[in-house]
């Protein structure tokens, strides 16, 4: 308790953060205390189960609350708030990339590169600590999930945070369940395999029946995604009434995927590693541009249709990184998401400062910034090359080689940019915007 004479009122309905229950199993008590009072934290045994559906409050011997627990479990009412599908999912449709003007794929990874969704957030992140009793060993800024190491079995935790709010505008439903595949792809690309999600449910305001629509397709997806995904749900929390000016913020649930690898020194990065090793695609890329940074940036939409979701794609890739990786195979892997393979890349070689030679393009140049979901870039050793497309083979994937890593230029499908250009961009943009407003 923070001070002394604290009523049982008060103790019981304080909402007092960093505090938690946990249920034990009769007879461990005295183990769990021991964790606890290892890492200098306080615990106390405060009750115990029983089988009389009502829980009983006792303040130095005197019952003080009785309260039956069916009303908030089995006999909680349901609220059944309105809801209806939004008009502008009827017309948002109509857009593509084949309705908006061609624009030079040049010109394109410029404005795409800057934006402030892409470039590095280091001016935030710095000011943080983030080594976590110096078991962090995949730092903040090293792209995709970060890593910490457990010391005294050696098995490394791998973390990651995505949601994006035009998938989720665009299809409700599909941008969260997206949203799960993202953070688990990120979680994967570091060699971990995903496990379990939290997630932070931002919606508008849920008496507009449009916006109770969004909020009930959201649930519906994140549900429909960790059944398929086999990532539970173990947490989470919802804030709704974020709105400005009676306008709603789009709808963002934002997710967290954990997982783990067993030997936490055979992490993945995500950043170029070696000169002269290949890059592969893995994965099929599409022409999907719905909701995606292309169509914002270039045009100011946010509209179109959803790329297609195939959990059974999804699980693929996360297996063939995650196996391929055990076999020693890959030297760095990286998801594709926000911004296509073009910026993936791009972040690749920005952070490893190294340059990339493409020797591969689509039929339609303006694909390598497709936001196709389920796909992934790793980087390998040539010698390698016959092992990772069998693997590839085996699994059930498409593997396809992109180029070389090395050089003072970044090229790729009529793409071409010093690497000191491109660093200054990326690393640079996010400063320079945030301290012109201070």
């Known amino acids: 308790m923070r001070e002394e004479g604290m009523t049982p009122y008060e103790l019981m309905l304080s909402e007092s953060q960093e505090r938690m229950l946990i249920c034990a199993k009769k007879g461990t ?32 011997g005197e019952k003080v609350a009785e309260v039956p627990v069916a009303p908030v479990s089995e006999e909680a009412p349901e609220l059944d708030r309105p809801t209806k599908r939004p008009e502008y999912l009827d017309y948002i449709k109509e857009t593509s990339i084949d309705t908006v003007p061609h624009v030079d794929n040049q010109e394109a990874f ?16 710095e000011q943080y600590d983030s080594m976590v ?58 060699g971990a395999k995903p496990l379990a999600i939290t997630d932070c449910l931002n919606y508008g305001n849920p008496e507009n029946p449009e916006v109770m629509w969004q909020f009930a397709q959201g649930t519906e997806g994140i549900k429909e995604a960790c ?55 893995i ?8 909701g995606s940074l292309y169509l914002k940036e270039l ?62 393009c689509f039929e339609d140049s303006r694909e390598i910034f497709s936001e196709t979901f389920s796909r992934a870039l790793v980087e390998i050793d040539p010698k390698n090359m016959h092992a990772l497309e069998e693997l590839a083979n085996e699994i059930g994937i498409h593997a396809i080689p992109l180029g070389t890593i090395g050089g003072e230029r970044f090229q790729l ?18 400063a320079k915007e945030i301290e012109r407003d201070l």
């Open 133 to 190: 009793q110096t078991n962090t060993i995949k730092h903040p800024g090293s792209l995709d999930a970060s890593v910490i190491r457990v010391k005294e079995t050696g098995v490394g935790i791998a973390m990651s945070s995505k949601c994006n709010p035009r998938q989720c505008y665009i299809d409700p439903k599909g941008g969260a369940a997206a949203a799960v595949m993202a953070a688990g792809r990120n979680v994967a690309m570091s």
């Open 29 to 60: 008590e005295d183990k769990v205390l021991e964790i606890f009072h290892k890492w200098d934290l306080d615990a106390e045994i405060i009750g115990e189960v029983t089988d009389t559906g009502v829980m009983e409050l006792y303040w130095h």
């Open 299 to 360: 045009f100011g939409k946010v509209a179109g249709e959803l790329p297609k979701i195939d959990y059974n794609k999804e699980k693929k890739l996360w297996d063939f990184v995650i196996e391929a990786n055990k076999r020693g195979l890959l030297k760095a892997a990286k998801d594709v998401g926000v911004g296509g393979i073009a910026i993936a890349l791009a972040k690749m070689a920005a952070v490893g400062d190294k340059g990339f030679l493409g020797n591969f």
């Open 413 to 430: 499908c009529e793409i071409d940019m010093p690497m000191d250009r491109l660093k200054e961009i990326y690393f640079g943009t996010f």
């Open 227 to 281: 059944k398929a995904l086999n990532t539970p749900v173990v947490s989470g929390n919802v804030s709704l009434y974020n709105e400005t000016n009676g306008q709603s913020v789009y709808p963002t649930p934002t997710i967290a995927m954990v997982g783990v690898i067993d030997d936490a020194s055979k992490f993945l990065p995500s950043t170029f590693q070696e000169v002269n090793d290949v890059v592969y695609i």
């Open 110 to 125: 410029e404005k795409l590169l800057g934006s402030l969704e892409v470039v590095n957030k280091a001016w935030v992140y």
């Open 283 to 290: 994965g099929d890329t599409e022409k999907e541009f719905g």
